[in-house]
């Protein structure tokens, strides 16, 4: 298990490596919040590029050092795109970012989120029900019965903990837990990251690019770090933007602007501690 | 016919009851404007929720107590996805919103549009040249001929009245015309709600936005009442945002968050008029 | 070749005539950046519509005086709808504006840029590495090797001068290569146009929506004084953003705002000089 000094140090470097090496990290993505995604992305130092097509998906999996797939607005083309995408990120070992949104809705959505059980994404990243249902869904769960409602969790952070964890050790990558506070696991370290605001869920995309900056950071850093380093950033800019803003809209300008302003000191000190105990 | 103070008392509740219920009205709208929906939605207390397959469609329109159906951007799979998810909406009783938008640009799009004639949408929202031509075609306009250029009205408000009360009456809903002032009718009330900005036409989306609101309120109100507190909400926060900015973006920040922070007071302050006498 | 002060005369009655007559360039772009396309049609007093199915892009090349192509994110249907919509804006003699965004990605791409080459776009717009990837695409360049990464360039505005020169004698129109310094030539007389800011490139979109904006000037003016007219306007308008923000999305907000207050002489002052010697 790492240690807290051994995290922070290691979060400083990803915000500064990304900002020296400007990765490209792809994306194939919602219709919703795919602007939003990509504006985070360049804000903390990435490159964006989105892509729908079976070939291109390829293209991009070879192209980028990770690849972010969120499944939120499903279009008949990725039945085709996604399954190929998926092979290649995993034939070429690449950490990539799976966002299981909307888990639940649909045939197609199902049978794509389980056929990506053996296909080693480097972080998944959803919320408490996301996460418990996607358990679920790849047997590995704890049980428990998910409640997705849309888009929207109605289960808790902690309630996740343990699926988190299942994910982790199955992947061999990191699972990230977005709620009040972050729970983020590799099934061995794990994490409750605070900070924040309110507005986070009263603007869409919240989530999806969070998603994304994660995949930036994976393309210069371990999974677990790089999805420890998104929660740091997005915790900082959040609770930054807060004590500027007068509503969700210009809650948003204000966290893009913080996340392109944030330096590597203030995400590596956003408060987290080590979940050591396990409890729920 | 209702009252100005009935109609008052009902839009603060609406307003109210979406603050404390949160109710998810799903999607199935356009790529330019689908983020601006989705914001509006959760600045108003909602929750949303955007798809674009067959089986999701019908899926989503079990799970919301309304859903919104713009036309704007019509991709092939919304010639399965529409029809299917129209038809369960109208098993369902849903009080779904229609947008007309684009209407008489291409085949597929008419030919939705027409097959919608006998699925009962609880709110059609559009402009003044969208509410005259969907009346004519379906047969029951007063013969006027509409002059739609791409998605921009060329008709005034109070020359779509009689088509707008003749759907109404059809429908047995609700239809709101959007225009400096919105004209909103259930075929036997109808409202002239004043206030908003000239801002309004100058950012896409502020109308589907609308239709998104609508369809939040339609949740927990009945149609008429529904669209006339997303009128009233729209013209409060429009002219609240524009002796705030300077110019079309920052009215489109500061119009977001006036969404968030209206009371029900002033949402059902915002001026209307009832329209008795029914003349042009 | 033009002199300097024929060609701010011609800006200035460019950026008049739209705020004047309100003229409509529909588009056919991607889904990342389409939002911002729109409003930025809509700021400098353009109207905006977007579609994707073949009868509706068809449909749009007759409606609009020109019309907007961009690349981006190429769904199946656009195997159809591009090659359509093009044949019938090169049969209407539309001054179409062309964005190779993502030349290189994939084998759908590729081959309907190489079908664009007998279809003379009015204006070509993009990145320097696009700009040679294009011209190497239809055997007309200088014989450079272009180096797309995803949707950025690697090589410098420059370096592509040859090409587009090369492109613009091609098609008889114009070819804009967007940089720090924007070149502009219609392949006898050629501007290198300066203003901006660092953080366009930090907003998914600028290259975007400066080739819609490029449509709706090419409504009212000629291909190259459109195009001139767009960059000059953006170089304005960032150079004024940059000075108010505080990050990359108060400085989208700003920009915008900025395109909508521009006075005809604010954008035909930004300065530019007349490229005379041609040299790299």
């Known amino acids: 298990m790492q240690s807290g000094e051994e995290i922070k140090a290691k979060v400083a470097k990803a915000v500064e490596d990304v900002r020296a090496q400007n990765p490209m990290a792809p994306s194939i ?71 299981p949104v909307g888990i639940g809705i649909g045939g197609l959505r199902s049978e794509l989120l389980k056929s990506f059980a053996d296909k080693r994404p480097g972080i998944i990243r959803g919320n408490a029900s996301e996460i418990i249902a996607l358990a679920s869904l790849w047997g590995i769960g ?29 992947t061999g990558g990191a699972v990230a837990v977005s709620g009040p506070e972050d729970f983020v696991t ?64 210009s809650f948003r300008t204000e966290f893009i602007d913080a996340l392109y302003n944030a330096t590597s000191q203030d995400v590596a000190s956003n408060p987290f501690k080590l979940d050591i105990f396990g409890g729920k």
Request: net charge neutral.
């Open 186 to 249: 590799d099934g061995e370290t794990s994490l409750l990251i605070s900070g924040g605001s309110s507005f986070m869920p009263m603007i869409t995309g919240a989530g999806c690019s969070l998603g994304g900056v994660m995949a930036i950071y994976a393309c210069v850093a371990d999974p677990f770090t790089a999805a420890v380093t998104g929660s740091c950033i997005y915790k900082f800019a959040g609770k930054s933007a807060h004590s500027k803003c007068r509503g969700p809209a």
């Open 29 to 99: 993505t919602n219709t919703v919040t795919i602007e939003f995604v990509a504006n985070a992305q360049l804000a903390v130092g990435g490159s964006a590029a989105m892509v729908y097509l079976p070939d291109e998906g390829e293209a991009m999996a070879a192209a980028g050092k990770s690849l972010y797939i969120n499944m939120g607005t499903l279009l008949p083309v990725y039945a085709e795109t996604l399954p190929r995408t998926a092979r290649r990120l995993c034939e070429l070992k690449r950490p990539w970012v799976l966002d």
């Open 142 to 170: 704890s049980g428990q019965k998910s409640t997705v409602r849309g888009v929207d969790a109605t289960d808790s952070v902690l309630q996740a903990k343990e699926d988190a964890k299942a994910l982790a050790r199955h």
